[in-house]
């Protein structure tokens, strides 16, 4: 089984090819659009920089491919105001948990979430959420992640120049 570690810099371009896995996955093919992958670049590449980063990725490296990952779980912290359940400010948030097709079914997802769930631990994160798939809830659930009841609903603002 391949080593967890903590993502750099200089992994920002895999990340962004491992979010294409991603979203392919969800959409049944990778995003034809490929704005989104500057942005995503230029995003990684400063929020991972961050002496206090409020993002992070841990990464499984390909074995037979120097330079390309295998898996990655990328995470964030959010501020929000404390209520009863969690008085704290800060809230973890789990997004693009990928494994490359060919690498799956060898632990690697789970090494990364681990990782990313220890690193909110360490900085004192009592909560963290994510949206699963009908795939990935069974390794969402082993690490102790449940169903809420609380509803997301998402509004999508138009740019200032549309």
């Known amino acids: 089984m391949?080593?967890?570690?903590?993502?750099?810099?200089?992994?920002?371009?895999?990340?962004?090819?491992?979010?294409?896995?991603?979203?392919?996955?969800?959409?049944?093919?990778?995003?034809?659009?490929?704005?989104?992958?500057?942005v995503a670049f230029e995003v990684l590449q400063t929020r991972l920089a961050a002496p206090d980063p409020t993002m992070v990725a841990f990464v499984v490296d390909r074995a037979d491919r120097p330079g390309a990952l295998a898996a990655c779980?990328?995470?964030?912290?959010?501020?929000?105001?404390?209520?009863?359940?969690?008085?704290?400010?800060?809230?973890?948030?789990?997004?693009?948990?990928?494994?490359?097709?060919?690498?799956?079914?060898?632990?690697?997802?789970r090494l990364c979430m681990t990782a990313l769930l220890d690193w909110y631990c360490d900085r004192g994160i009592r909560t963290v959420d994510l949206r699963a798939s009908p795939n990935a809830e069974p390794l969402y659930h082993s690490l102790g992640f449940v169903r809420t009841t609380y509803p997301a609903m998402r509004l999508r603002l138009l740019a200032p120049d549309a």
């Open 73 to 109: 779980a990328v995470g964030a912290v959010d501020c929000r105001l404390g209520g009863p359940d969690d008085p704290t400010s800060e809230h973890g948030y789990v997004f693009n948990v990928v494994t490359d097709p060919d690498q799956r079914r060898r632990g690697y997802s």
């Open 2 to 38: 391949g080593e967890v570690r903590r993502a750099t810099v200089a992994d920002a371009g895999e990340l962004v090819r491992l979010r294409g896995v991603f979203l392919g996955d969800i959409a049944s093919g990778e995003p034809a659009a490929d704005g989104w992958r500057r």
